[in-house]
């Protein structure tokens, strides 16, 4: 068999490569596609907007993707290539198959040309996250606006974030394939990636330029002083991927012989195995009190799993009874190029320590939270689509004057959105709290985390009307955070998230089996674009359900806190 791999292996799992290969294994019924789960998380939607932007707004582009046919899609990107066009969207790069790979960007942007005429590319991915951080004085970002590809602008003192390291193997796969298929850009391994970043003085989503050469990312290094070295993003994508290379042809020899040669990697638990069809065949592996298994808040990661499993710690109980500080001795250095790799174990211990004694919630304080009554006060939540559009702004109202029961607050739209019809809608619900807060300026209003109020100020400039940017300014200074407060006075053993925390402490229960942000973008998308009426309604409701139990749960856990103060406890005995 041929082992020929797509470009999310380098930065995937590899024992989801080694089961892919094994053929004593039964592949699952859908194979796992990355691909899919990025779709389902939006990044489609927000591909093909930018695409269409692209499209809209440069002048030499040539559009693939309605070209269903292979080989003929091939053939016409050959084409558009040999004949130098600016940007080609949806091209069909020929397999790699003495290097192992597969796989189509994007987009590829023309760059600078081979020293025979041809004209040399560079491969550009849309990702619906930001790609960007700020950095020195030094540092200068490289983009591009998409009305203008190939044209090079530059931006001060930012730079792309290395702990992107996964797009960063992704566009690494792509440039090599890319120069495997002799259109690569001759003067240095270039690679863009659209993000959601908006740089100042810009509008809407540009094209970061990355330099594949420059070494920025630190990694393990078992010869340096420092136990670790800054690498490039092409060297850490030739290691990775040559060692799945390395593991998929281990795989492939096997005959489930008793002499048969043991797999090269073991599973561990990570973020992808939550939506991957090969969990059922690494699940028996582990063990129930497995500790990659156990602790998935602030996991540590597979190096660091890795060094303790060779030091006999595979367990929760392993952990929670080591010795964690005559441990860091042997430790350490082998994690060195983790940047704060004693506080994460102690963490872990932490957690291990805590699961095993079976507490949830740790109360850190003894003093009061500081969390006043007033005679209205109204709880906030927002959801959203899986292209990050608002559809839905849920309020709880208790109005404490009233002698009435708190009521749900709702304004939707169960629809596709575009930006002037989600700013309709953020124009109406925060005209309406800006009103009702006007008339009751004493009032609060309540949320969990800064999820909210991002968006809020987000739409609220983003929507050009001043008298709603004026109302979001104005109704800001009634919000508080729930969540700040929490996370001041606990630790949570699984986090400090509204689930955990509203369950653990006031005993809140939804009513949806399942609640959860991603199911709800899926309940939002059947009441789109459901079937039938049935199941565009039953989806709606569920949606609504969902969001109200949300904004009541947050009014559960605010009384709950409250009577906290009632019942201050020792500073050692966790509250639950």
């Not at 929490?486 to 609640?515: C, I, M, Q, Y």
């Not at 139990?549 to 005995?573: F, G, I, K, S, Y």
Request: negative net charge; glycine residues 6%; aromatic residues 8%.
């Amino acid at each position: 068999m041929a082992i020929i791999l797509d470009p999310y292996a380098a930065r995937s799992c590899p024992v989801k490569t080694q089961n892919r290969y094994d053929p004593t294994l039964q592949a699952p019924a859908s194979p796992p596609d990355e691909a899919l789960q990025e779709l389902f998380a939006g990044g489609k939607a927000f591909e093909d907007e930018v695409l269409q932007a692209i499209i809209d707004g440069a002048t030499d582009v040539v559009d693939l993707r309605s070209c269903d046919d292979r080989s003929q899609a091939q053939h016409l990107t050959q084409q558009a290539l040999e004949d130098g066009r600016d940007v080609v969207i949806g091209p069909r790069l020929p397999v790699d198959v003495a290097g192992h790979r597969r796989g189509q960007p994007d987009l590829l942007v023309r760059g600078t040309d081979q020293a025979d005429g041809r004209a040399g590319y560079r491969p550009v991915e849309a990702k619906r996250h930001r790609v960007l951080e700020m950095g020195n004085a030094e540092q200068v970002c490289h983009f591009s606006t998409l009305e203008a590809p190939r044209v090079q602008l530059q931006h001060p003192q930012m730079t792309f974030k290395p702990s992107r390291e996964a797009d960063l193997l992704q566009m690494a796969h792509y440039w090599r394939l890319l120069d495997a298929a002799g259109w690569a850009d001759a003067a240095a391994p270039i690679a863009g990636v659209i993000g959601t970043d908006h740089l100042e003085g810009r509008q809407g989503p540009v094209i970061s330029w990355v330099d594949l050469s420059r070494k920025f990312i630190r990694t393990f290094s078992r010869t340096s002083s420092t136990g670790w070295k800054l690498r490039s993003p092409l060297e850490r994508y030739d290691h990775e991927f040559g060692f799945r290379v390395k593991v998929a042809q281990v795989a492939a020899a096997r005959t489930g012989s008793p002499d048969d040669h043991r797999p090269m990697v073991a599973p561990i638990v990570v973020r992808e195995c939550d939506h991957c069809t090969w969990w059922e065949v690494c699940k028996p592996q582990l063990g129930e009190d497995d500790l990659s298994l156990r602790i998935n808040k602030s996991p540590l990661d597979v190096r660091e799993i890795s060094v303790l499993r060779s030091r006999g710690i595979n367990t929760l109980s392993d952990l929670a009874h080591a010795d964690v500080e005559a441990l860091m001795e042997s430790y350490l250095p082998e994690v060195a190029h983790r940047s704060g790799a004693d506080s994460r174990l102690r963490l872990a211990a932490r957690r291990a320590s805590l699961m095993l004694a079976g507490v949830e919630l740790e109360r850190l304080t003894t003093e009061p939270v500081d969390l006043p009554e007033v005679s209205l006060e109204i709880d906030f939540d927002i959801e959203t689509s899986a292209g990050d559009r608002v559809y839905l702004w849920g309020f709880l109202v208790d109005d404490r004057t009233s002698g009435e029961a708190p009521f749900y607050k709702a304004f939707s739209r169960f629809e596709e959105l575009d930006n002037a019809r989600e700013c309709a809608l953020a124009a109406e619900a925060i005209t309406w709290l800006d009103r009702v807060l006007t008339e009751r300026p004493d009032a609060h209003v309540y949320h969990y985390s800064d999820y909210e109020v991002v968006h809020l100020l987000r739409l609220a400039r983003r929507c050009g009307q001043p008298e709603v940017l004026a109302a979001a300014n104005r109704v800001r200074d009634h919000f508080v955070d729930l969540f700040t407060l929490v996370k001041g006075h606990f630790f949570g053993t699984n986090g400090l998230g509204l689930k955990v925390v509203a369950r653990s402490g006031p005993g809140f229960e939804w009513r949806d089996d399942d609640p959860g942000g991603l199911n709800s973008q899926r309940w939002f998308r059947d009441a789109v674009t459901g079937a039938d009426e049935l199941t565009r309604s039953e989806a709606t409701t569920r949606v609504l359900e969902y969001n109200e139990d949300d904004v009541r749960a947050t009014h559960q856990l605010r009384a709950w806190l409250r009577t906290l103060d009632e019942q201050q406890p020792d500073a050692e005995a966790p509250t639950t």
